[in-house]
């Protein structure tokens, strides 16, 4: 179902209770408004009746006051054509000696009449021949204790119900009158207030993937609608960080396979272009391998490192016995390490178990190690200690915010952790360097890691598998003197 706009349901909602209200106030002054008029017709009626009475009082018993007429006109005023008067007999009859003012004798009823013996007064509204009903008041006149005549005053409703008449026309016409000026001006109001949302809606329409770099405008204004545009432009910048980042990326991943490709290509073409003896064959061909590997190393460590972006990087985690684990890494590094005339050694080693993934923790050391290795001239030495740190020295500062969030860390290291130290003393790494040392294809020396047969990717494989793990790596390094890689992973439970 199509739900209204926004700024439809406003106006309606407040068109509605404007509605409510006007209703409210409109029943309550016409209840005041029929209350007053009618207390103002029966309280005349009742003052008229109270000083004929005493008046007929005053003269001989059955005789009208003389003045009667100047009495009434006195009392009623100019209105006084719409006023009526009649004396009966105590039995209802009317008297026929006695004058009466106007047009068809008033019915009285026998309420009435038996109120007046008992000394009271009665109102009564009663139909008459004309157009509009009349108010009557039945009063006793009561002379030496006995009720001599009773006397009954009316005046038609005529003026009441015209003021009734009038205050219903203005309601009738005024208030939707002002329902639709107070709609039509709330709905201005409305659209006044939301052209700035639909400003951003536009805006935000435009900018597609190629167009990131734009922003919405009035982030700077203080409202609602400010928090709401810096809230999106914020977000742009991070959506325009992480394109510019799977960009740099793929850019990255087309250079780096390109390489090998090239000499791949090269060396085959040149061996095909004439007949070769089968020694040189087996060189382009062993030559060809190692390009080949490369690749699958390259596209292997792509592949992780994209699946663990994805969260699609499955966790095999249980115990692993982290000492044993870098005794054995240390081993495969001192084999790696003798070919480079670089000494591989352990330096400490306390019996630590962590709870995570051995061979993807096994991966991220011997990154480190090869590294270390590779980056260490001969004659230099690479040592491995792993021991156990508490409270302070475990707690490292959390991670700068990604474009991309990296994988879900599941605990914080806050209690033990086990420190694992990879140290060397080799070329090291300036300090610039290091910040971005843990990007992906970032490498310090370009041509050196090429030679050395790395992808690039190393670090950031490592960094990624630490974080997995809720631990942290850290670098530290003298150019010219050596480095040491920190990797902190919180013990098991
Ligand atoms: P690579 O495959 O190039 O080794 P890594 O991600 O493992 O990629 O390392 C990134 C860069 O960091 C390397 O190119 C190198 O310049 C620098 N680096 C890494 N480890 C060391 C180290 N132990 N000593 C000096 N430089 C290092």
């Not at 007064?121 to 157009?131: K, L, R």
Request: proline share 6%.
């Amino acid at each position: 179902m199509k739900r209204l706009s926004i700024r439809a349901r406003m106006t309606l909602w407040y068109t509605g209770i404007l509605a409510a209200t006007v209703l409210v106030l409109g029943g309550v002054a016409y209840g005041l408004l029929m209350r007053g008029l009618w207390n103002e017709v029966d309280s005349t009626l009742e003052r008229v009746a109270r000083a004929v009475a005493q008046a007929a009082q005053q003269t001989e018993a059955g005789f009208v006051p003389p003045d009667m007429n100047d009495l009434l006109r006195r009392f009623y005023g100019p209105n006084f054509a719409n006023r009526f008067y009649q004396f009966l007999d105590p039995r209802g009859e009317i008297d026929p000696r006695l004058p009466r003012e106007r047009g068809a004798p008033l019915a009285v009823s026998p309420k009435a009449l038996k109120n007046a013996e008992e000394g009271y007064g009665t109102f009564e509204t009663v139909q008459t021949a004309g157009p509009h009903p009349v108010r009557v008041f039945t009063f006793p006149i009561v002379a030496r204790g006995r009720m001599i005549k009773v006397l009954q005053v009316g005046t038609s409703l005529e003026g009441l119900l015209r003021e009734r008449h009038n205050f219903l026309w203005a309601l009738a016409t005024l208030a939707p009158l002002g329902l639709i000026l107070a709609g039509g001006g709330g709905w201005l109001l409305a659209r006044r207030v939301f052209r700035p949302v639909d400003q951003m809606t536009q805006a935000a329409r435009r900018i597609g993937a190629e167009r990131l770099a734009e922003r919405l405008e009035g982030a700077e204004i203080d409202d609602e609608l400010g928090r709401l545009a810096r809230t999106l432009n914020e977000m742009l910048a991070r959506l325009e960080a992480g394109f510019a980042q799977i960009r740099r990326f793929s850019a990255d991943a087309s250079h780096e396979l390109r390489t090998p490709l090239t000499i791949l290509k090269g060396e085959i073409e040149v061996a095909l272009r004439s007949a070769r003896e089968p020694a040189e064959y087996e060189r382009v061909l062993s030559s060809a391998l190692e390009e080949v590997e490369r690749m699958a190393r390259l596209v292997d460590d792509l592949l992780m490192l994209s699946r663990a972006d994805a969260g699609a990087l499955r966790w095999e985690k249980g115990p692993v016995e982290l000492d044993r684990l870098v005794e054995e890494v240390a081993k495969q590094g001192a084999v790696l390490g003798r070919a480079r005339a670089v000494q591989v050694s352990i330096q400490g080693l306390e019996p630590l178990i962590a709870h995570g993934d051995e061979p993807r923790l096994r991966q991220l050391l011997l990154n480190l190690v090869d590294n270390a290795v590779k980056y260490t001239p001969e004659g230099g030495r690479v040592t491995l200690s792993l021991r156990r740190v508490t409270g302070e020295s475990a707690a490292t500062a959390p991670p700068p915010a990604a474009a991309f969030p990296d994988p879900p860390i599941p605990r914080p290291l806050d209690g033990a952790a086990a420190e694992i130290a990879v140290q060397d003393t080799g070329v090291g790494i300036p300090a610039e360097a290091r910040v971005r040392l843990f990007e992906r294809f970032y490498r310090v020396d370009d041509a050196r890691s090429r030679d050395a047969g790395g992808t690039g990717l190393g670090l950031c494989i490592a960094k990624t598998i630490a974080e997995a793990h809720g631990g942290r790596i850290e670098v530290e390094s003298t150019p010219g003197a050596g480095s040491t890689f920190t990797v902190r992973l919180p013990l098991a439970t």
